[in-house]
């Protein structure tokens, strides 16, 4: 958990410049009668309440030698303070997204995403009773949290609980467009699980897609798109082309900017034209 302070000609050196040597500092350059800087304001507090940096605002009418000073010339005007340094920021409001992704290039993180990862660590290491009670905990703080909710959904399929990671996943609607696809690809693990639960291999390429269900329920994705591409390859028709749209599956559970799913996007469209 950061800080959030009020800033001015007096402190700004002690409060910006030296504590920038110690932690990121965010410098909001505002003023009262500006309405984009009512709405980035409520959204700079909440996650400096969950990343450890230092909100320093400053109001240009009451320090319009500090907006002289670093070139403010509108507002909302954020700059960021490293090592006594200061760094691009942005102009304007920027979404919640936008400002996270802006957090993790400072190597930020909150305390829910420190939580993911343990959370995804005990899963990755089978320690089943840890990521449960990871789980419960992060649930009861970040209850609507559409992150945590896929996290806990793919850990209930591995756990077989199906219907609950489907109910689970009701929470995200198709107007949730960062999260939505993601919450179809995890249902479509569902139907793999139960694929691969109550069916039989009945040639080779039943062998091929089967292992691939394995290997993503597993989540060794670069093997599992290897062997869908495979299947793709020898057979576009194989069930209702269901090789291909396993591998967009995978694409839309890792996101667009993961190597994988540039890499494999590529040797698909390769395949197919």
């Known amino acids: ?6 800033v001015s000609s007096d402190n700004f050196a002690a409060e910006v410049v030296q504590k920038s040597y110690e932690k990121p500092v965010v410098v909001d350059f505002f003023a009262q009668w500006c309405g984009p800087c009512q709405m980035l304001k409520p959204i700079l507090e909440k996650l400096v309440q969950e990343y450890d940096f230092v909100l320093a605002k400053v109001d240009i009418d009451q320090s319009p030698d500090l907006a002289n000073t670093y070139g403010v010339e509108g507002v909302p005007d954020v700059k960021i303070w490293m090592q006594g340094e ?3 920021g942005f102009v304007g409001v920027l979404p ?8 993790s290039e400072l190597s930020l993180k909150s305390e829910l995403e420190q939580g993911l990862e343990t959370l995804q660590t005990a899963i990755q290491t089978g320690d089943v009773a840890t990521a449960k009670q990871l789980l419960q905990a992060l649930s009861e703080e970040y209850p609507e949290d559409r992150r945590l ?9 591995s756990q077989n609980k199906f219907e609950s990671a489907t109910k689970l996943l009701t929470a995200i609607q198709a107007d949730d467009k960062e999260y939505f696809a993601q919450a179809q690809a995890i249902k479509a693990l569902v139907q793999f699980q139960q694929i691969v639960t109550e069916s039989a291999a009945e040639n080779e390429l039943d062998e091929l897609f089967f292992k691939a269900i394995r290997l993503t329920l597993n989540e060794d994705y670069a093997a599992a798109l290897n062997l869908f591409l495979e299947v ?4 576009r028709n194989y069930r209702g082309d269901g090789a291909r749209k396993a591998m967009i599956m995978i694409f839309d559970l890792l996101g667009d900017a993961h190597p994988l799913t540039k890499e494999y996007r590529k040797q698909l469209l390769l395949v197919l034209y």
Do not use: Y
Not at 96 to 103: D, Q, T, V
Not at 149 to 157: D, H, M, N, R, S
Not at 232 to 235: A, S, T
């Open 1 to 6: 958990m950061g800080v959030s302070i009020e």
């Open 96 to 103: 919640e997204p936008k400002l996270r992704s802006l957090l």
């Open 86 to 88: 200061m760094r691009d």
């Open 232 to 235: 793709v390859g020898r057979n």
């Open 149 to 157: 909710i896929l996290a806990g959904a793919k850990f209930l399929v």
